[in-house]
């Protein structure tokens, strides 16, 4: 997220689009939303994310207000949904 601090203060309505969202870490999914809702305000927030149980189960919890992708990254048709469907 530091990285990303100079390019959010000059477009601070950014998209931001994580693959992965982390539903196989100990400490539970959602972690980094938490962070990039607190940083970046004003940023289109998206997840991607392979496992589609583990979304529903957050959806209403650390996914709430964030749009999310659901599918196989390594699937080049999964990745073209994916970019109709976010923009």
Request: proline share 6%.
């Amino acid at each position: 997220a530091e990285f990303l601090l100079p390019y959010a203060y000059k477009f601070p309505k950014m998209k931001i689009l994580e693959i992965g969202l982390g539903c196989m870490i100990e400490y539970g999914p959602g972690a980094s939303v938490a962070l990039y809702k607190k940083l970046f305000p004003q940023a289109e927030l998206w997840e991607a994310e392979y496992n589609a149980k583990c979304v529903e189960e957050h959806r209403d919890k650390s996914l709430k207000d964030v749009n999310v992708l659901v599918g196989d990254q390594g699937d080049p048709a999964v990745l073209d949904e994916w970019i109709k469907t976010s923009g």
